[in-house]
């Protein structure tokens, strides 16, 4: 079967990057969000629509180019990388690809995600790909290391070749409504990053309520940040849909107010292909096709690619392989 007949969602295209903007309090006080109406939609998102054959095999090749591939383990090494670049570089069996009709289409992820200390072995083993390496700095996974260090952190990271850095922010700025201090912060962080794009990492299972998730998003974004990320992985509650459509619905309100387009990344938890169709629906749905770009919506995962070649080569054969058919690392 091939899927060359089988209309894929669309391919990015240029966008201005994000210039910051003045911290708008006032704007802040505005912010209200209703969690049952959030639980409410979210329930809906993965039962409205069932993707079956091509058209569900056309969906999951286009996740893996929204995938930061990531490995944040205490016991990484240079090995675990140079093999996560390996799988970066061929994401799916060969002959699963030839089979779907699809071996031209060049899939890659949007990015391979490693601690500040394998940027270089990563960059070295991605050479001669289009693929960009990310590096989460500023103290991950806490972020209370002093402000000097984080940010010579980040400029350590671009210097060794990241094209992309995760930082984390100061939960207890956004606990304590202190939004000219979580602003600041932020901003310096994007002046640090240079040409590097700016991912900022809530740890919203620590932020209490949606009305701080959505208040921290929209402080972010007012900073310069090019993306909004739900978690480091490393919390109790990472990402999940109700705490993604509070970020989204303000990544919507800054664009209608702004014009300008910011980048989403749920991370932590989202290992099954199933999920991954469900937010891609959710992305769909709520900010329209433009934002299934790999240049406005990553997941962060380290499994979930497994999981989408398992069901690619259940599209192909009807049954589903054994995990250790598609070693990840």
């Known amino acids: 079967m091939s899927l060359k007949a089988v209309e894929m969602p669309h391919a990015a ?35 409205r629509r069932s993707v079956k054959k091509q058209w569900q095999a056309a969906w999951l090749l286009h996740a893996i180019t929204n995938i930061d591939l990531t490995t944040l383990n205490g016991d990484d090494s ?31 992820p949007g990015a391979v995600c490693v601690y500040h200390n394998f940027v270089a072995d990563a960059v070295a083993a991605l050479e001669g790909t289009d693929i960009p390496v990310a590096a989460v700095s500023t103290g991950f996974p ?8 984080r940010i010579a952190e980040i400029e350590a990271s671009v210097k060794a070749g990241a094209k992309e850095i995760d930082i ?47 208040k921290a998003s929209l402080v972010c974004m007012m900073a310069g940040a090019d993306f909004i990320k739900t978690s480091t992985g490393k919390e109790k509650v990472n990402a999940d849909l109700v705490t993604s459509l509070s970020m989204i619905r303000m990544i919507r309100w800054f664009h209608e107010e702004t014009g ?6 749920p991370a932590g938890g989202i290992s099954k292909a199933k999920d991954a169709i ?52």
């Not at 300008?260 to 990344?265: L, M, P, R, S, T």
């Not at 919506?297 to 080569?313: H, K």
Request: proline fraction near 3%.
């Open 13 to 47: 295209e240029e966008h201005k990057r994000n210039p910051g903007f003045d911290l708008d309090l006032g704007w802040l006080r505005h912010v209200r969000m209703n969690r049952s109406a959030l639980e409410r939609r979210a329930a809906t998102i993965g039962t």
């Open 78 to 108: 240079k090995g675990r990388v140079e093999r996560l670049c390996a799988k970066a570089r061929q994401p799916v069996r060969t002959d699963i690809l030839k089979a779907l009709g699809v071996e031209d289409l060049g899939i890659t």
């Open 260 to 265: 300008i387009e910011i980048g989403y990344k």
């Open 278 to 329: 469900t937010y891609l629906a959710m992305m769909k749905d709520e900010l329209g096709n433009k934002w299934l770009s790999p240049h406005l919506f990553r997941f962060g995962a380290s499994s979930l690619l497994n999981d989408i070649e398992r069901q690619l080569e259940h599209n192909v054969t009807g049954r589903y392989a054994a995990d250790y058919r598609q070693p990840l690392v």
């Open 168 to 214: 984390v922010i100061e939960r207890h700025q956004v606990l304590t409504q202190d939004w000219q201090g979580l602003y600041d912060q932020v901003k310096a962080f994007r002046a640090a990053c240079g040409e590097a794009h700016l991912k900022t990492i809530l740890g919203t299972g620590e932020l209490a309520t949606q009305t701080n998730v959505a």
């Open 142 to 149: 806490a972020g209370l290391t002093p402000l000097e260090t």
